[in-house]
Each structure stands twice: as C-alpha cells, then as structure tokens.
C-alpha cells in the first residue's frame, strides 16, 4: 500500500477554505489557534510513518486524552470500572447534563465529559500523584519523555468549566463521586490540556492497533481484552452524538477534540492521527472527518 501517496492526494484535495464551521472558543485559549493548520500522521504496524503539512507540530488533544485515563482506569480496576460508568452511546453532546438523572448519576460512557469525570475521581481517589502518573503512561506509550500538559490551555479551561464542575457536583449529589470537587477538575482539565503532535498521538494509539503492545519494544500496557473494549466504546461513542455518522463515513475506532484532532485505529493496520481546528456543530474537526473518510477509502481498508 502507497500510503504516502494516498495522503499527498488526501492533502491536495482539502483545502480549510472548504469548512463552514469554527475553531473551538467557549475555552478561550483555544479560540486563538490558527485555522489554517493542517496535518496527518500515520504509522503502520510494520513501523513505517507518513505524514503530510503540520502533523509535527503540538496542539490541545482536549477529549483524545479519556482514552488515556480510560486505560490508566482499567489497568487499575478492571471489570469493576463498568459499575461506575456504562458503555452505551449517549446520542447527546459530550457535555450534556441529562440522562445522569435517570441512570443515578452513572454516565452513559466513559467518553462523554460526565464519564471522563467519574474515570477522573477513580485515579485521583487510587493514586498518589495522578497527574504525574498520567504523564509517566502517555510519555512511556509514546516513546517520548517530554510531553506535557499545556498550563495556559488548563487555566483557561478552568476559568470557564462551569459545566464540568457542575457536572461532577451533580454525580457527586447523586453518589458515584468519591473525591472532593477541586482535584477531579484540576485533574480532568489538565487532562484535557495534554499538548501532543500528530505523530505522537499516532505513535501512542498504535497500542490499540496493537493488542496493547508498545510496537517499538513490545512491553505489554493493556491486556487484549481491555483493547477490545476500549476500541468498542472509541467505535460507538468516540464522536459523541456523531458516532454514527464517523462510523458510517470513516469505519473506524477513533476519538476526537474539541482542538481539532481526531485519531483512529484500524486493528494490526495502523494507527493514524489527523488534525484541523475548524469544527463542525458537532465539536468535531471538519476536515480531520473528510481527511479519514478519503483514507479509508482510497485505502480500501476499514474495519467493515
Ligand atoms: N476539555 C473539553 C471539555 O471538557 C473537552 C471536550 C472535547 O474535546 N470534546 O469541554
């Protein structure tokens, strides 16, 4: 497969002209990215990279990271972790207050802003320095010691998390909170901060292409069962209230940001990263959606 030819045609056929939406500015520091960025990065299980435009320069991965602590929480409680959070897709925006109501505060997946919540108050109740912990996993998986989180991005973030922090009151009223309030945001909102290129984002899910293995030194993260879930719900829920339609035009696992990126996975294939900051109404990148929806299709290799 001529994969870098597949993305130099993906690259000359978009053009962020195209897109109708926005860059992200309900957190403000977001709203001052460049609209024009544009980058892919894909790495294959045979260790060969391909890239095109931006894919090495950092940007906020905003929602990517709940699959990062999603996995630090399934390492740490395994099968119990499904009594604090359901894995149905929710049909709402990733921010949504509803549904906690009726489900007794557990939230319908660990990828909506309520579940990655609950995930936090898990990891910040179960280990000593959850921040640094998060770290150490991300930098290991990625083969890069230097990535961190993007401090302007997380006070920005929690100047204006009304929402959030309402979010984790309301479970707490309800009872699947344990922690106090002030650590799971900060937790949760430096998260969200994590600032990553493409090529890393596409070097770190390569352990979901993977079996959970580090492709690079074959250490073990995740067992093969807890990367069948975790591609499951990155299938079904990875897109919020627009799973379907990512399904649908892409056919692969993936999560996206409100930063722009999105990354999916095709099982023992690759692992590919995108990102263009221009979102739909959905939150989703506009042009990462139509860049992956032309992979899968000039590749002919989706997971369906
Ligand atoms: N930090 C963002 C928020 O909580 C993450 C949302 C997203 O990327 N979809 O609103």
Redesign the pocket.
């Given at each position: 497969m001529d994969y870098q030819k597949i993305l130099n045609t993906i690259e000359s056929e978009m053009n962020y002209r195209d897109v109708e939406g926005k860059v992200a500015s309900y957190?403000p520091e977001l709203a001052k990215v460049d609209p024009r960025k544009f980058g892919m990065h894909i790495y294959c299980g045979d260790k060969q990279h391909f890239c095109f435009g931006d894919s090495d320069e950092n940007f906020s991965i905003?929602?990517i990271a709940k699959v990062f602590s999603l996995s630090m929480a399934m390492i740490l409680m395994g099968e119990d972790l499904w009594k604090r959070v359901d894995v149905e897709p929710s049909g709402d925006p990733?921010?949504s207050l509803t549904q906690l109501e009726y489900e007794q505060g557990v939230p319908r997946n660990p990828f909506i802003?309520a579940g990655a919540l609950v995930i936090s108050d898990i990891l910040v109740a179960q280990l000593e320095d959850p921040k640094q912990e998060l770290l150490d996993f991300v930098r290991k998986i990625t083969g890069n010691p230097e990535i961190d989180f993007d401090k302007k991005i997380a006070a920005s973030?929690k100047s204006t998390g009304y929402r959030?922090i309402a979010l984790v009151n309301y479970m707490k009223a309800l009872g699947n909170i344990k922690c106090e309030v002030e650590p799971i945001v900060d937790f949760y909102f430096n998260l969200?901060s994590l600032s990553m290129s493409c090529k890393e984002l596409a070097q770190a899910f390569m352990i979901y292409a993977n079996k959970g293995k580090i492709l690079d030194t074959g250490e073990e993260i995740l067992t093969p069962t807890s990367v069948k879930r975790i591609n499951a719900l990155m299938q079904t829920c990875g897109f919020y209230d627009e799973a379907g339609e990512f399904s649908f035009e892409v056919g692969l696992p993936g999560k996206?940001?409100?930063g722009g990126g999105i990354v999916a996975i095709h099982p023992d294939q690759y692992s590919v990263a995108v990102w263009s900051p221009i979102l739909n109404h959905k939150?989703n990148s506009e042009l990462g959606m139509k860049a992956l929806e032309r992979l899968t299709t000039l590749s002919g290799l989706s997971v369906f």
């Open positions: 957190i905003q929602s990733f921010n802003n973030e959030n969200c996206s940001g409100v939150g």
